[in-house]
């Protein structure tokens, strides 16, 4: 899921929810996101296509496609996630819109800890329940 919303985003400019149908700026925005991510304009490319040949080929069309052999790294995607996000927050904030979480990365971190949280206590009290079923 988080790659089919990611393309909708910064997959091609066609989609109506793509970043460029709300930034005027685009080559200041498309330069603070490839130094945000630390990729030049070609590894951003190159990252941006492993990503729609993955959504095309594996998600949304279910394509056999032999290019296809991994699933994409997602840091990318979290990083211009949260890029995008700041740039949203701000220019909401501008006009008066306070929204929650104001840093998302921050928010996804802390997210993140509690999950590990749970997890662990969850494996700690089935940990030694045998499979029976089988």
């Not at 951003?44 to 729609?52: A, G, I, L």
Request: glycine share 4%; aromatic share 12%; net charge negative.
């Amino acid at each position: 899921m988080a790659i089919l919303e990611w393309c909708k985003v910064f997959g091609t400019d066609s989609e109506p929810t793509h970043w460029k149908t709300l930034v005027s700026e685009c080559n200041s925005f498309r330069n603070g996101l490839l130094k945000h991510i630390g990729l030049d304009e070609t590894g951003w490319k190159c990252y941006w296509e492993q990503v729609r040949d993955y959504r095309n080929n594996a998600l949304a069309h279910h394509r056999k496609n032999d290019n296809v052999k991994d699933y994409p790294v997602l840091d990318n995607i979290l990083k211009s996630a949260f890029y995008y996000h700041e740039w949203l927050i701000k220019h909401l904030e501008a006009i008066g819109i306070i929204e929650e979480p104001s840093n998302l990365e921050e928010y996804y971190n802390s997210c993140l800890e509690q999950a590990k949280l749970f997890s662990a206590n969850a494996y700690g009290s089935t940990k030694d329940i045998r499979e029976k079923v089988h």
